[in-house]
């Protein structure tokens, strides 16, 4: 399937059945995700791989019980067949825009980045995993980092890293109920393509 049928495919997911990902397979698609590109090479963004076996585990950590308790998506998020943490390092980026080829930026220091390029490496290569997880004929959904990210960062060993999203990988079992933020008005992708004056 093409680059843009698979875009147009693509739907966060939030509700599977509970079949295992083979977790050789994740890996593998993980490292075809690192393909994507990365700010002066420098390589920062690393992808943690859960099995379905450890998907509760995680939620336990990720999650509190009062959440656990009220989510109506909690059961669809823990039938997930596998995830993946998608990490990075901001001192990979201080280093290598400290370097002398890249000195001259300004950007060896953390607060000097306007945009920071550790989290765009990280967004990157989390599209590519979220196409290629398509084009394998399963389904993913994103969890952002906001909830219980210190837990998560101790439980997968992450280090000084930082986390940026968790992605849930499986097959979709047809009972997820669209998000809310789905029927916010939003300005159309054409009126978002603009033409620069
Ligand atoms: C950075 C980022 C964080 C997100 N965080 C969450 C999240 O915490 N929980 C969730 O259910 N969906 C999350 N989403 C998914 C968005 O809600 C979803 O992409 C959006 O509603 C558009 O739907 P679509 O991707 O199916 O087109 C996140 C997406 C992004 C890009």
């Known amino acids: 399937m093409d680059v843009a049928s698979l875009l147009a495919r693509r739907r966060m997911t939030r509700s599977f059945d509970g079949t295992p990902v083979e977790v050789p397979w994740l890996v593998r698609v993980c490292e075809a995700a690192l393909l994507a590109p990365t700010a002066g090479h420098s390589a920062g963004v690393a992808l943690g791989v859960v099995g379905h076996d450890r998907v509760g585990e995680y939620?336990?950590?990720?999650?509190?019980?009062?959440?656990?308790?009220?989510?109506?998506?909690?059961?669809?998020?823990?039938?997930?067949?596998?995830?993946?943490?998608?990490?990075?390092?901001?001192?990979?980026?201080?280093?290598?825009?400290?370097?002398?080829?890249?000195?001259?930026?300004?950007?060896?220091?953390?607060?000097?980045?306007?945009?920071?390029?550790?989290?765009?490496?990280?967004?990157?290569?989390?599209?590519?995993l979220l196409l290629l997880v398509e084009?394998?004929?399963?389904?993913?959904?994103?969890?952002?980092?906001?909830?219980?990210?210190?837990?998560?960062r101790r439980w997968a060993g992450l280090g000084e890293d930082e986390l940026f999203a968790t992605v849930f990988v499986g097959r979709p079992d047809g009972r997820d109920r669209p998000s809310a933020s789905l029927a916010r008005p939003v300005p159309s992708r054409a009126e978002r393509v603009r033409r620069v004056p």
């Open 59 to 128: 939620l336990e950590v990720a999650t509190d019980a009062a959440w656990r308790e009220r989510s109506t998506r909690y059961e669809g998020w823990a039938r997930a067949g596998g995830l993946v943490l998608v990490s990075t390092r901001v001192s990979a980026y201080l280093e290598r825009y400290g370097e002398p080829d890249k000195v001259a930026s300004g950007l060896a220091e953390r607060d000097a980045w306007p945009v920071p390029y550790w989290h765009g490496d990280a967004a990157m290569a989390t599209m590519a």
């Open 135 to 152: 084009e394998a004929g399963l389904a993913a959904g994103l969890w952002g980092a906001f909830r219980n990210v210190e837990a998560v």
